[in-house]
């Protein structure tokens, strides 16, 4: 039989005490012995709980630290401290470690993985990235043999179901938000969310991964979808994409990569325009295996427990030789600046002669050629004006921008969007 | 460092030793130690080989079987004998076995995974189903707190590929047929992709792990796609359908299974019609995780070898616990005449009156009830006939189709093909 301590009994700390109750039998059978639930730390113990979880509550985490009957600690309270420090301490002494921390993971990995190597346990953090969703797993062993050219995702349900919000019914931005939050698909304070930092830190971890090269969230260069209008939504269908928050990270050089979390205008054919609604997806791009993608529901109660669980199952199995952090190498996050893209630009300027002429002298003086310009939308006398350019450089296309917003008869850039170009392998949809 | 015998250098055996060769250094960092392939089964020492094999053949399997120096053997000959008989002895020997051999899994994987556990190693098969896409780990793994209550994959890239051209390209099938074993995407006798067995034991193998209970080929109904003609290519799309050979298995009962292989209308924005060409999927449901999808490329040299090479990765890192078969339960599969679906028929008739009534009341009489009816297409006084029922048990349409043949107006049954629920979760496309 192993015992685990749970720390944390909030929404994945209940499902995973349910689902350990309500699959026993089909776990027990699977990993050839009981899981029992020793005890559960909470901080409030006069709160209505699951009934599984009578007689188990505590207020002390060194109940569960210092227990030497318990063998896993699954750490579900979230946030850096104390999830970090109990973390620390279950490994020095010597218990295996489930998390679903991604905060503490994507910081603090390395230092928690020399910890648990050190003291011959495991920290496992599937429930980390994409909820029930599994890719650690799959990366770290099933694509062991690869050499991982590129990963995309679509890793933040709340800003996914937005879009499709967005994209499907028409609402715009303000309303599909309120929706997301009427159904519990986003915090009241949903900045963490909207602004891309959540799927920053599971590109962070899973990027770690990919490339064995320690990134963490400061790294990535990050843009929320806050500024997405319905135009622009509107726009992109127009073109044949789709608007979707993308977390990509690759390789640019021998020792280099790219990191971004940006909303990215894809193909409609593209294998994560699909990805709709809260549905999360990871597409690894590996020099063996080719494409892979893996698709689920990236977050909520059961099917992060599902991962949760699974973790715990294998940290009981797991023998002598585990599978540490394989961050051996050091590579190079490029600055953003130097990443290369295709961007749509939507801007509203006077409808006059002579201006679009200006701005396209400002893309001209800085190398940028452009794929289409669209003018539509003249109101009174100013039109709306919608430019998609060729691959160049965000550096030069920030440096165009800030001369066209200083044009006299430029109103305002109202949005730009970086533009994915076409991958149509293995998807139907709008056929190339 | 591991020592490794390869057996069988065909493309598979190929890749494999190339990418243990090329991705050496990545493979021996995230191993911890070095992968030394030190002998290669052949046949036919005269035959041209990749260079690396220099050295290490020979025709003797004793050579590896019987050498204490190799950990591990990698059956990559095919076929049923003597590669059951050569994996037997390994596992005898004590020797971890990793294979792609789809044939010999499905049908003595429970002799050989009792012999596995007996001797205490380890019997990996990843390569067996979906090529380099994980699947088997995943679910035995990532997915081992899950009760799974329906599998439903496209698992073979020949019947997929030609599907596509058909869908896409508007070819017959026989032209689709010939470009894809002119692409090397169908051998030159394709009957076993073709008529669905290849699929069959992938799914065999799959639905024994998902449902824990020993699931083998000759337990699968088997339709392939022999009698698919561009008329239901057609038709299939006009009602937002789009034709894909699936193969499927769930829970109809407490201790009963469905497996099915046969072509099935998916509806456009079903995950699954979304994969297209040589790529397979896989969806899964269970009951915690919910709905949970992996694609990638079924086959080729070299994602088969990504799959494989994991797995020698595997077998040198598991310690002692390791996960054995897990088919402790003995579920039935149920006679496919009771298998519900929708089904749509064509068939051809005599443009007269009372056909339809005749051929309306046959289904009547079977408790079959009528979705939908068109007539087309009247070439001369022979008219075409497009049906869909409700969602009716497989014998039921059986008789009323022998019935219909019976009738003096009916030309001929064109052909018969399952229609699935719309399941429109998770992806794009046509909005419900």
Redesign the interface.
Known sequence: MINIGIMGLGTVGT?VVE??EN?RH??A???GEEVNVKKILVRDLSKKRTPYAEGKLTLSADDILEDAEIDVVVELMGGEEPAKSYIKKALQNKKHVVTANKEVISKHGKELFELAEKSGVSLLF?ASVGG???II??MK???????ILKISGILNGTTNYILTQM??KERNFEEALREAQRLGYAESDPSDDIKGFDAARKLAIISSIAF?TRITPDKVYVEGIERIELEDIKYAGELGY?IKLVASARKVGEREIEAIVAPVMLK?NH?L?????V?NAILVE????????????GA?K??T???V??DI??A????????YC?C??ELKVIDVGSSTSRFYIRLKAKDKPGVLSKISGAFGRNDISLHMVIQKDVKGDVAEIVMVTHQVPFRNLQKALDEIKDLQDVENVANVVRVEEAAS?????N?Q
Chains 1, 2 share one sequence.
């Open positions: 499902g689902l350990l699959n089909v776990i059978q699977r990993l599937e029930g969703i599994p797993r799959p062993q099933c694509l062991a043999a690869n050499r994209q499907e064995n789709i409609q294998p325009s699909a990805v709709r609604d549905y590996g020099d063996a295996v080719g494409k892979v993608m893996f698709f689920g529901q909520g059961m099917p427990a599902s991962a669980v699974a199952m294998d009981a199995r797991e023998g002598r030789r585990r599978i394989t051996y190498d392998d293995g998807v139907h949809g056929h």
